[in-house]
C-alpha cells in the first residue's frame, strides 16, 4: 500500500519493441529512465514481429521497473500514480504494460493514468521547456506515425494530417532494407547521409493536393526500389559505397522536405508561435537541422524532443501522465489496451 508521502509517478511503456519505465518525481524531475529495446531479437526478421515482442515485454517488464526503483533509489510505495500507454500500438505488446500497470496499481492502491502513445510523442517536445510557445504546429514522425498536430497545450492536440500509406520512419527502414543496410534503418540511414551528395538524384517529393496537410511517402520508397533494382524491382545491381551514400542523403533529403513543407504549411494556417517535433525520425540531424531553419526562418520558437525522447521511452509517459493526472484524468481497474486509437484520447 502506498504511504502518505507517496508521490512519485511511474510511467511504463509497452507498445513495440520497447520495454521501458521512468519514475519523476512530483515536480516532475526525472528520478530514473529504462528503456531495454528489443532491436536484436527483430534485427534478422527486417522488421518487429508481434509475437516475439508480446513475449520479451513479459520477460523484462518486471527486471526494467525493478532497475528503474534500484537506479532512482525509490521503493514502489512511494508512488502516487501510474501512467501506462494504452493505445495505439501492438496489441500484445500493449497487454503487458497495461497488465503490469493494474497490477501494481491494485496492489499499492494508487490511480492509473491512461496515455495515448502519440500524445505522448507530441508531449515529449515540450518536456522540460520553461516557456513552451502555443499555438504550436508539431510532427509526430515515427515508425509507425506521421502525424500533424495543432497543439494548444502539452496535454491538448488536435489532430490536422496524417500519412496515407508509409510513416516516415517505416520509409527510412524499407529503404535502408532495399540498401540492404540492415534494421532499423533510420539511424543507419542518417548515418550514411552524413557523407553523402543530398543533390545527386531526385527522388519525387510527394505533396498530395496544393492545401493537404497529409503525407504519402510510397512514391519515394518506390523510387528508391527502381532506382536500385531496375523498372520490374527484381533486378541487382551493385551500387558502389558512394552510390549508397548518395541515395541516402538523396532520400533522407527528399523525406524531410516534404516533412517540413507540411509542417510549415501548417505552422502558416493555425499563426503558430512556435513549431514542434517528435517521434523517432525526430532523432535524424538533418530533420532537426531543418527544423531549426524552418523555426528561424519564419521567426518561430522550436520545440524539439531531446534526442533521448525521440524513439519509445517511458519519460514521455510519466511526463505526460503526470500532467493528466492533474487534470484528474484517472483509469480504473477495467482499463483496456487497443491495438488502434479508437477509443478517444485520454489526452
Ligand atoms: O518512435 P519510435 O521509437 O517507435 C514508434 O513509435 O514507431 O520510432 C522508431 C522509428 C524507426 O522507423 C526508426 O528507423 C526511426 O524511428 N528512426 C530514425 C532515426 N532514428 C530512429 N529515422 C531517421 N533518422 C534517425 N536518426
Ligand atoms: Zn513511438
New binding site residues.
Partial sequence: MAGAGATLVLGIES????TAAALLAADGALLASVVRSQVELHKSFGGVVPEIAGRSHVEHMLPVLEETFARAGRKPAEVGAIAVTVQP?LIGSLLVGVSTAKAMALALDVPLVPVD??AA?VYSCFHGVAQPQFPSACLV?????STLFEVSSPTRHVKRGETIDD????A??KV?AILGLG?????I???LAAGGDAGRFRFPRSLLAKESLDFSFSGIKTAVLYHCRGQDGRGRRQLDEREVKDVCASF?EAVVDVLMTKLGRLADRIGARSIAVG?????????RERAAELAEKNGLALHLAAREL???NAVMVAGLGRLLFAEGVRGGLDLDACARAIAPPPA
Fill in positions: 507498445s513495440c519493441d520497447e500500438g502513445h502519440v510523442h514522425a515515427s515508425g509507425g506515425h510513416a516516415a520512419g517505416e527510412f527502414d535502408a534494421y532499423p534503418g533510420g539511424p540511414v542518417d548515418r533522407q517521434g523517432g525520425v525526430a532523432a535524424n540531424r538533418r530533420l525521440t524513439t519509445d
